[in-house]
């Protein structure tokens, strides 16, 4: 069997650059796209900002996220909105605001990071909150948690709902914004042609 193992690892390996590759390219439209319809990319990032402070408010309310967090993210969206200006989709890099951003990005994910890792130790804490204290149960005592009668959505989150929270309350916003920077490598040089021509007129 060591050259169907073989073959396996190069199949592999292939899919794995086809999918890097079309992950790559869908990234390179979706820029172009905001490039060419900017006001109508705005349009979407500020409702799309609207929509995930929404979203949080709900998971607040019904799903126990805690306050403090949810706040944090909806300040985080507040500033990531600012940078939202008439100047969009040009971002200036070394803008307070900007910088806020990067900032806050990295204290939201890490703080949501902890707090998951926590109700991941403790799978009972997140139908009782007075419970949530760190202790590391077995496997046979998560495994009773998984069949304790939970309901569909009453039980401890699962790494699909982990990773759905993650890109969607979390990374979506920045990385659109992400996106949005590659308009700056277009502005520069005709920047630099206004300036330099401005500066011949006034010769």
Not at 111 to 139: D, G, L, M, T
Not at 183 to 193: F, K, Q, T, W, Y
Request: with cysteine; charged share 10%.
């Amino acid at each position: 069997m060591f050259l169907l193992h073989l073959t396996s690892y190069f199949a592999a390996l292939v899919a794995f650059l086809f999918v890097t590759l079309s992950l790559a390219s869908g990234l390179l439209y979706i820029a172009e796209a905001i490039e060419e319809n900017s006001s109508l990319a705005k349009t979407i990032g500020k409702r799309l900002i609207y929509g995930i402070i929404s979203l949080q408010i709900l998971l607040c309310v019904f799903d126990g996220i805690p306050v403090s967090l949810t706040l944090l993210g909806i300040i985080c969206h507040i500033v990531y909105l600012s940078n939202f200006s008439s100047n969009w989709p040009f971002i200036s890099l070394t803008s307070p605001k900007f910088i806020l951003s990067i900032v806050l990005v990295i204290l939201d994910h890490f703080a949501y990071f902890f707090f998951f890792a926590e109700q991941s130790k403790n799978p009972a804490a997140w139908r009782n909150p007075s419970q949530r204290v760190p202790y590391r149960p077995s496997w046979e005592d998560r495994k009773a948690a998984r069949n304790s009668g939970f309901g569909f959505g009453q039980g401890p989150p699962g790494i699909m709902e982990i990773a759905t929270f993650f890109g969607v309350c979390v990374w979506l916003v920045p990385f659109y914004l992400f996106l949005s920077l590659s308009a700056n490598d277009n502005v520069l040089p005709s920047n630099g042609e206004s300036l330099s021509g401005n500066m011949s007129l006034g010769l």
